[in-house]
């Protein structure tokens, strides 16, 4: 009995594993407004409208203008119109018949109406300078992150949360597209505040404190609920950044013959609702702390309203104010809750608004101390000779270097080949050739000069590099080749590229030739096979006509005839440059002048083909068990 239980537990299929807890130690794992007193947060709304408006000055100054105008022309007409309220309200409410009484009232009237009119167009011109600003901020931060990310050095990408920070930022791109609206509707709401708050003082010095008391309670409820916001999406940036990624990899139609057919769809479903739904269990639980700030702020500006309503009307039941005055008391105190209302409302916008821009601003700074900024020296051509000298890196929070006390001399014309097994450190000592990477411990220099001294851009613009996962960009075919970097008008050196890789008639068979847009996922689009684009990828490397020209499995996904052709044409224009081939398949290093293996970032072996085939290493058993297969 207990053995058929068993085999029937043992036959029911087992839950899917739930998304792994995603945390974090150390500097970036902290929220920064934990800490934070209420003192500091308020303080951050100057500053942030500074920002605002230094960023847009550089947008649209004519368009600053006008925002920064139009709050001042709306609070002179609310100033005017008060001013006619009160004038208006001594006829209307006075003595002798009503057409007498609206006679002697029409000159104010017609003041009240004429404000009323400039602080709707104020409103309209504001709408206006807001909708020039927004899209041109929005686009100027998104472009700003975008440069950012691809200026950093390639060793950032590995530093403990920099990609949680960088999602971070990109909330704070977001905010720029309300953050102008914010700015303005504050600002104007201030001056309408303060226009009103002038004249309820000078009617009656008590109602303005007890309005005051009554909206401050909201402003203090509507800071605190922001900051309770923030600190659930910083609880879930992790989570959000994960998410995000395994959405575009369920997603995308390059990776959906995978999902499908290795019956993928309910796990992702199941991965990503996990997700959601853990991202919202984060969100529910903060709700009754929202609602007790905002029941207990709304309690205390409730009691300090009825105070203020009591007092205007004990003021005028006790003739301390003149029945017109009093009428004009009413109108002041309603535009003086709505100003400060507004205020408190957009004031709270502002103020979450600058959370998500200072966490932009602080992944801009970090990126930018991070960018590739070295020496001034130049790289000239030809480059004669590259040298490592025990050259040592290893990756943020990896135990062992990648690279161990490598020694290498790489000359203008030979052929070097690469070959190890997966994880020995063949990628990164291109990267370090390169200076992708610059080595923690010794040194890499071309034509004797360190690449750490060396302007980094005079080395790129004489590589070409074929990596083994290489991007297959929703450009053009003639983009693709080129990488925006013709070097003439005429398509003769794109078709001699794209020759040489054995194109010519997969993209002569193309809707538009070299005009085609590789994304099958736009209309019009085209999409290449595997190896098609690994040809592509190579004709990349091929048209720079690189001094340094480095292949890193430049041919896995190719079939037999395109393999050759790829490597006879390596060897056809070896003379003139330096080539590296990083390859698992030994028999390609046959056109190698010298061979280096690789075993946990240190060189093992090295020498010519038949020298290391009979040598009885690491290559001649790889080779042994590449030919048993």
């Avoid at 010519?608 to 590449?626: C, I, K, N, P």
Wanted: hydrophobic share 45%.
């Amino acid at each position: 009995m207990a053995s058929a239980e068993s085999r029937e537990r043992a036959s029911e299929p087992l839950p899917p594993p739930p998304p792994a807890e995603i945390k974090y130690a150390g500097e970036y794992s902290v929220n920064p407004l934990g800490q934070a007193s209420f003192r500091r947060l308020g303080a951050q709304l100057p500053r942030v409208l500074g920002r605002i408006i230094v960023m847009a000055w550089r947008i649209d100054r004519r368009a600053v203008v006008l925002l920064l105008a139009c709050p001042v022309v709306t609070g002179a007409a609310a100033a005017l119109l008060l001013a006619a309220t009160a004038r208006a309200m001594g006829p209307l409410l006075g003595a002798g018949t009503v057409g007498d009484r609206l006679r002697e009232a029409l000159p104010a009237l017609v003041v009240i109406g004429i404000a009323a009119g400039v602080a709707r167009v104020a409103g309209v011109v504001a709408m206006y300078a807001e909708r020039r600003i927004t899209p041109l901020l929005t686009t100027e931060a998104d472009t700003a992150l975008v440069e950012a990310v691809c200026r950093v050095e390639a060793s950032a990408y590995a530093v403990d949360g920099f990609s949680d920070r960088q999602e971070a930022a990109e909330m704070g791109v977001m905010r720029t597209h309300v953050m102008v609206t914010d700015a303005q509707r504050f600002l104007s709401a201030l001056v309408r505040m303060v226009t009103a708050a002038g004249a309820l003082s000078v009617l009656n010095p008590l109602l303005l404190p007890l309005l005051l008391l009554a909206v401050l309670p909201a402003g203090v409820g509507a800071i605190l609920t922001a900051r309770v916001d923030y600190e659930i999406h910083y609880a879930n940036i992790a989570d959000r950044n994960v998410r995000g990624m395994m959405r575009w990899w369920s997603t995308t139609p390059k990776y959906g013959d995978e999902v499908r057919a290795n019956s993928m769809t309910a796990y992702l479903i199941f991965w990503y609702r996990s997700l959601s739904e853990r991202c919202d269990r984060r969100t529910l639980a903060a709700a009754p702390r929202t609602l007790r700030i905002a029941l207990a702020s709304s309690l205390v500006a409730g009691v300090f309203l009825v105070a203020t309503w009591g007092a205007l009307v004990w003021l005028a039941a006790t003739d301390r104010i003149v029945l017109a005055l009093a009428a004009t008391a009413v109108v002041a105190v309603q535009t003086t809750l709505a100003g400060l209302s507004q205020v408190i409302i957009n004031g709270a916008a502002l103020f979450h608004t600058s959370l998500y821009l200072s966490d932009m601003q602080a992944f801009l700074d970090d990126a930018s101390a991070r960018a590739t900024v070295r020496g001034t020296l130049s790289v000239a051509l030809p480059v004669e000779e590259i040298r490592l000298e025990e050259t040592v890196y290893q990756y943020p929070g990896k135990d062992r270097p990648a690279v161990d006390g490598v020694s290498l001399t790489l000359r203008r014309g030979e052929i070097l080949a690469v070959v190890g097994a997966n994880g020995s450190g063949k990628s990164t000592l291109t990267r370090l050739i390169t200076g992708i990477y610059l080595a923690d411990k010794g040194r890499v220099t071309w034509n004797g000069m360190d690449l750490a001294e060396t302007d980094p851009a005079t080395v790129w613009g004489h590589t070409g590099l074929v990596p083994q996962i290489f991007a297959q960009w929703p450009l053009r075919v003639r983009e693709n080749v080129t990488l925006g970097q013709p070097r003439s008008r005429d398509d003769g050196p794109v078709w001699d590229a794209i020759d040489a890789v054995g194109m010519r008639r997969p993209v002569e068979d193309l809707t538009a030739g070299l005009d085609t847009l590789l994304a099958r996922e736009v209309f019009g689009g085209a999409e290449l096979s595997g190896g098609q684009w690994q040809r592509i990828a190579c004709s990349r490397a091929l048209y720079r006509r690189p001094a340094l020209l480095i292949l890193d499995e430049p041919t896995s996904q190719m079939d037999p005839r395109g393999e050759h052709q790829i490597f006879e044409r390596i060897k056809s224009i070896a003379g003139d440059r330096i080539t590296i081939v990083v390859t698992h398949r030994l028999e390609n290093t046959r056109l190698a002048d010298h061979i280096v293996v690789m075993e946990q970032g240190r060189i093992t072996e090295q020498g010519r083909y038949d020298d290391l085939v009979h040598a009885g290493g690491t290559f001649a058993e790889l080779l042994e068990l590449s030919q048993d297969r």
